[in-house]
């Protein structure tokens, strides 16, 4: 699938580009339809502009839902499964404040180890399967439909709060 | 052959890199200094890329990268936390989960992705704290020492107790999330109106303003403190763990009122404030400091995590505590981590010994890039700039001292760039600590920033104690702790200037003259000191001493070059058009002197859209 990247003016290339996957569809409905916007692509890429824009703007709306709908249902099945497998290392302890021994580490290997090579999708249910984490493997799926839907590695929090994650 | 590791932090706040060669600290930079974006949270290519090019080698030549924590513990926590609170918490899922999903699950690849293919070295990941316990252990000048790291959250850790000996380390107790004391600290920056994770520092200088009367009201509703410095929050207080802010609605009945609006005007309420949090803050770092004397019987102290860099609570535990000399890492906060991360691999995973150096092995913390005259003399041509080469240095630091006596403000760039968050006298903005108008006029003509803040003085070490009440000759190069100005060096006041002690705006209270240096004598009559030695500032030194010649002053003014919201200066570029945006009087970048009248008009920006460029923090 064409990936269009929404920031930047497009480019004559991507014009081309553009022209070239609009057809697709197209052609589903008339095949005579989908030569034009490749023929327009070819001949006249600038008047492909507005509707690359368009679809853009598209493809953004309906990014946002689909990670919203996502993340929603995500968070239904994960609270649902978490509550059943997970320890709650959160509570405190109620004999109050403590300090507690640490369990030692010395400089260690990723947290998936012998997974060297392997996607992060892989180390993530090794991880879980090999620690008392087995309900966190639940989220992968939908951990791998946000990666599809481009999910923002550099999105920030509200800056109300500290980066806590 | 060198064995050459690289360090790295990133993604969080602070990204930074640092690189060892056999050991050595070689660079350490922080990517906001290059990306021009404070606090920039991204991969540290531009940091990374610096440091490989500091030594000379390229990602091929690697033999390690060390990430500063593990992702997946790390994540771990993060989902606990959303199952502890669920259902609460789902805007604070939504806004989390995207980032993980779109590459923090995926480090490995996205750091081998960054350094390229030529990168065949090994990948690890060092755990949260014990970087931040190698930041502070391994380059300082302690054989053996107590080790004490303080933050907001690691992985699970948010503060803990350990010792080092020679070349090996081990933290042995623990604090765990949510239990912080770092985000205890952030909580009231947030309520009292400025930005975490950056205001903390505003806060710790606002509270010599204010009176601790909401202490007891802190320890008894807000927290638990046992005498050993372990700390316990009550959770119903804060929202940060399943919320979009630091506090809770019951936290605002509990201190009588919302939280102020930023940029709003600062009452005595969050001056107050600000004293009692200090004073929780001071009586916790103390009280923890004492349980590692206990748990460990070592004499010194190293330091390092966010709050390690509270300099008033380490003055405090300096002067009260039971260690004979503590040591902090300059870069304490989370770009430290990558330099501990790169040294746990060195002295740990590959088992090399450690060489300690008798003044500590950062140098200074100058390992960032400097310039030269050659390609600072070809910028300036190409910007059309006026200025002086002024080869012979005796003439330039004359120059330079006799502008500072007539009370100008002067840029000052040299040598290699500061790694962490303080300038350091490589990327400085200057004057006369014996200005009564300096403090004023460096505040709001050139840093743009709340008028109350007080700036710090460097010092001749040798003349340290005769200005502060220090040890003679104390050695703190790096500005993190805080001291008493000396009874004789102190001023009377008047009846008048006591009545404008009082006074609402706190503009006109700091600028009351209570010490010979007025500039730089904080309300209480503390500074935030730095000592200036030959043997690690060189030219800044040898410009001290001529200033001393002059005047008599062992002591300048040292604020960072940058406004309010901008990174530190890095190159000659970043630090003209900072010169050129704001009423600095004259620059001098290594033997290049310029000064701002006969700067051509055209080149002077507008000054709004100069600090249009930077977020407020």
Same mark, same amino acid.
């Given at each position: 699938m064409l990936?269009?990247?929404l920031e930047?003016?497009?480019?004559r290339?991507?014009?081309?580009?553009?022209g070239?996957a609009a057809r697709?569809p197209?052609?589903?409905?008339?095949?005579a339809?989908?030569?034009?916007?490749?023929?327009?692509?070819?001949?006249r890429p600038?008047?492909?502009?507005?509707?690359?824009?368009?679809?853009?703007?598209?493809?953004?709306?309906?990014?946002r839902?689909a990670?919203?709908?996502v993340l929603?249902?995500?968070?239904?099945?994960?609270?649902?499964?978490?509550?059943?497998?997970?320890r709650?290392?959160?509570?405190?302890s109620?004999s109050?404040?403590?300090?507690?021994?640490?369990?030692r580490d010395?400089?260690g290997?990723?947290a998936a180890?012998g997974?060297?090579?392997?996607s992060?999708?892989?180390?993530?249910?090794s991880?879980s399967?090999?620690g008392?984490n087995?309900?966190?493997?639940?989220?992968?799926?939908?951990?791998?439909l946000?990666?599809?839907?481009?999910a923002?590695?550099?999105a920030r929090?509200?800056?109300?709060?500290y980066?806590l994650? | 052959?060198?064995t050459?590791?690289l360090g790295?932090?990133?993604?969080?706040?602070?990204?930074?890199?640092a690189?060892?060669?056999?050991?050595?600290?070689v660079?350490?930079?922080?990517?906001?200094?290059f990306?021009?974006k404070?606090?920039?949270?991204?991969?540290p290519?531009?940091?990374?890329e610096?440091?490989?090019?500091?030594?000379g080698?390229?990602?091929?030549?690697?033999?390690?990268a060390?990430?500063y924590?593990?992702?997946?513990v790390k994540?771990?926590?993060?989902?606990e936390t959303?199952l502890?609170?669920?259902p609460?918490?789902?805007?604070s899922?939504?806004?989390?989960?995207?980032?993980w999903a779109g590459?923090?699950?995926?480090?490995?690849?996205?750091?081998?992705?960054?350094?390229g293919?030529e990168?065949?070295?090994?990948l690890l990941?060092?755990?949260?704290?014990?970087?931040?316990a190698?930041?502070?252990f391994f380059?300082?000048?302690?054989?053996?020492?107590?080790?004490l790291t303080?933050?907001?959250v690691?992985e !699970?850790?948010?503060?803990?107790?350990g010792?080092?000996h020679?070349?090996r380390l081990a933290?042995?107790?623990?604090?765990?999330f949510?239990?912080?004391l770092g985000?205890?600290?952030?909580?009231f920056?947030w309520?009292t109106?400025?930005?975490?994770?950056?205001g903390?520092?505003k806060?710790m200088?606002l509270?010599p303003?204010?009176?601790?009367?909401?202490?007891?009201?802190?320890?008894?509703?807000?927290?638990?403190?046992?005498?050993?410095?372990?700390l316990a929050?009550r959770?119903?207080?804060?929202?940060?763990?399943?919320g979009?802010t630091?506090?809770?609605?019951?936290?605002h009945e509990?201190?009588?009122?919302?939280?102020?609006?930023?940029?709003?005007r600062?009452?005595?309420?969050?001056?107050?404030l600000?004293a009692?949090i200090?004073?929780?803050?001071?009586?916790?770092?103390?009280?923890?400091?004492?349980?590692?004397h206990?748990?460990?019987?070592l004499?010194d102290?190293?330091?390092a995590?966010?709050?390690?860099?509270?300099?008033v609570?380490?003055?405090r535990?300096?002067?009260?505590?039971p260690?004979e000399?503590v040591?902090?890492q300059?870069?304490?906060?989370?770009?430290g981590?990558?330099?501990?991360?790169?040294?746990?691999? !060195?002295?740990h995973?590959?088992?090399r010994?450690?060489?300690?150096?008798?003044?500590d092995?950062?140098?200074?913390?100058?390992l960032?890039?400097?310039f030269?005259?050659?390609?600072i003399?070809?910028y300036?041509d190409?910007?059309g700039a006026?200025?002086?080469?002024i080869?012979?240095?005796?003439?330039l630091?004359d120059?330079?001292?006799s502008l500072?006596e007539?009370g100008?403000?002067?840029?000052?760039?040299e040598?290699?760039?500061e790694?962490?968050p303080?300038?350091?006298?490589?990327r400085?903005?200057?004057?006369d600590a014996?200005s009564p108008?300096?403090?004023r006029?460096?505040n709001?003509?050139?840093?743009?920033?709340e008028?109350?803040?007080?700036?710090?003085p460097?010092?001749?070490?040798?003349?340290?104690?005769?200005?502060f009440?220090?040890?003679?000759e104390e050695?703190?190069?790096?500005m993190?702790?805080v001291?008493?100005?000396?009874?004789d060096?102190?001023?009377?006041?008047?009846?008048?200037e006591?009545r404008?002690?009082?006074d609402?705006?706190?503009?006109?209270?700091?600028?009351v003259p209570?010490s010979?240096?007025?500039?730089i004598?904080?309300?209480?009559l503390?500074?935030?000191?730095q000592t200036v030695?030959?043997e690690?500032?060189?030219?800044? !030194?040898?410009?001290?001493?001529?200033?001393?010649e002059?005047?008599?002053?062992p002591?300048?003014?040292?604020?960072?070059?940058?406004i309010r919201?901008?990174?530190?200066v890095c190159?000659?570029?970043?630090?003209?058009r900072?010169f050129m945006?704001?009423d600095m009087?004259?620059?001098?970048?290594?033997?290049?002197l310029?000064?701002?009248?006969?700067q051509?008009?055209?080149?002077?920006p507008?000054?709004?859209?100069?600090?249009?460029?930077?977020?407020?923090?």
């Amino acid at each position: 699938m064409l990936r269009l990247t929404l920031e930047r003016r497009p480019g004559r290339d991507d014009l081309v580009a553009f022209g070239l996957a609009a057809r697709s569809p197209a052609a589903w409905v008339l095949p005579a339809l989908g030569l034009l916007p490749a023929a327009g692509a070819a001949l006249r890429p600038s008047a492909l502009a507005r509707p690359w824009r368009m679809w853009n703007r598209a493809a953004r709306g309906y990014g946002r839902v689909a990670r919203a709908a996502v993340l929603g249902v995500a968070f239904g099945v994960f609270t649902v499964v978490g509550r059943a497998g997970a320890r709650f290392a959160l509570h405190p302890s109620p004999s109050g404040p403590g300090w507690t021994p640490k369990a030692r580490d010395a400089a260690g290997r990723d947290a998936a180890p012998g997974a060297t090579g392997a996607s992060w999708a892989r180390r993530l249910l090794s991880w879980s399967r090999d620690g008392e984490n087995g309900w966190a493997a639940f989220l992968v799926p939908f951990l791998l439909l946000l990666h599809a839907l481009e999910a923002d590695a550099s999105a920030r929090a509200a800056e109300e709060i500290y980066t806590l994650y | 052959m060198t064995t050459h590791i690289l360090g790295i932090s990133a993604f969080f706040h602070d990204s930074a890199a640092a690189l060892l060669s056999d050991g050595e600290i070689v660079a350490a930079a922080q990517e906001e200094r290059f990306t021009r974006k404070k606090h920039d949270p991204g991969f540290p290519s531009r940091a990374i890329e610096y440091c490989l090019r500091e030594a000379g080698i390229g990602a091929g030549d690697l033999a390690a990268a060390a990430f500063y924590e593990q992702p997946l513990v790390k994540f771990e926590r993060l989902l606990e936390t959303y199952l502890a609170y669920s259902p609460e918490g789902f805007a604070s899922f939504r806004d989390a989960l995207p980032g993980w999903a779109g590459g923090k699950l995926d480090l490995p690849g996205r750091i081998r992705e960054e350094l390229g293919p030529e990168f065949r070295g090994e990948l690890l990941f060092t755990d949260h704290h014990e970087s931040h316990a190698a930041s502070a252990f391994f380059p300082s000048p302690f054989e053996e020492a107590a080790i004490l790291t303080l933050d907001a959250v690691g992985e !699970w850790t948010t503060s803990a107790i350990g010792a080092g000996h020679g070349s090996r380390l081990a933290l042995e107790r623990e604090l765990r999330f949510p239990h912080s004391l770092g985000m205890l600290y952030s909580a009231f920056t947030w309520y009292t109106g400025f930005k975490v994770n950056s205001g903390e520092y505003k806060l710790m200088g606002l509270a010599p303003y204010g009176r601790p009367i909401y202490r007891d009201r802190i320890l008894e509703h807000v927290v638990d403190v046992a005498p050993d410095g372990s700390l316990a929050l009550r959770m119903e207080y804060f929202n940060y763990c399943q919320g979009r802010t630091m506090t809770s609605e019951r936290f605002h009945e509990l201190f009588g009122g919302p939280p102020r609006r930023p940029e709003s005007r600062i009452t005595q309420k969050e001056m107050d404030l600000a004293a009692s949090i200090q004073a929780v803050t001071e009586e916790i770092v103390l009280a923890a400091g004492r349980h590692a004397h206990e748990a460990t019987g070592l004499a010194d102290l190293a330091m390092a995590g966010g709050v390690a860099l509270n300099c008033v609570a380490n003055g405090r535990l300096l002067r009260d505590g039971p260690f004979e000399r503590v040591w902090v890492q300059p870069a304490a906060g989370d770009a430290g981590g990558a330099l501990g991360a790169a040294l746990l691999v !060195w002295h740990h995973a590959l088992g090399r010994p450690r060489r300690v150096q008798p003044r500590d092995a950062q140098k200074g913390s100058r390992l960032g890039p400097a310039f030269d005259d050659t390609d600072i003399g070809c910028y300036l041509d190409s910007v059309g700039a006026t200025y002086e080469r002024i080869s012979g240095e005796p003439e330039l630091l004359d120059r330079v001292a006799s502008l500072m006596e007539e009370g100008k403000v002067v840029g000052w760039f040299e040598g290699r760039m500061e790694y962490g968050p303080r300038a350091l006298g490589a990327r400085s903005i200057i004057g006369d600590a014996r200005s009564p108008e300096l403090q004023r006029t460096m505040n709001l003509k050139i840093k743009f920033r709340e008028g109350f803040r007080p700036f710090a003085p460097c010092v001749l070490r040798e003349h340290v104690h005769e200005v502060f009440e220090t040890r003679p000759e104390e050695d703190w190069p790096y500005m993190l702790f805080v001291a008493p100005v000396r009874e004789d060096r102190r001023r009377a006041l008047t009846d008048e200037e006591r009545r404008r002690m009082e006074d609402p705006d706190l503009t006109i209270r700091v600028s009351v003259p209570r010490s010979e240096f007025p500039a730089i004598t904080h309300v209480d009559l503390s500074a935030r000191i730095q000592t200036v030695d030959e043997e690690r500032h060189g030219r800044y !030194w040898r410009l001290m001493k001529r200033f001393h010649e002059r005047t008599g002053s062992p002591v300048i003014v040292n604020t960072s070059f940058n406004i309010r919201g901008e990174p530190i200066v890095c190159t000659p570029d970043d630090a003209y058009r900072c010169f050129m945006g704001t009423d600095m009087d004259a620059l001098v970048l290594e033997s290049h002197l310029l000064l701002k009248e006969r700067q051509p008009e055209a080149l002077r920006p507008d000054r709004e859209a100069y600090k249009a460029q930077f977020a407020l923090d």
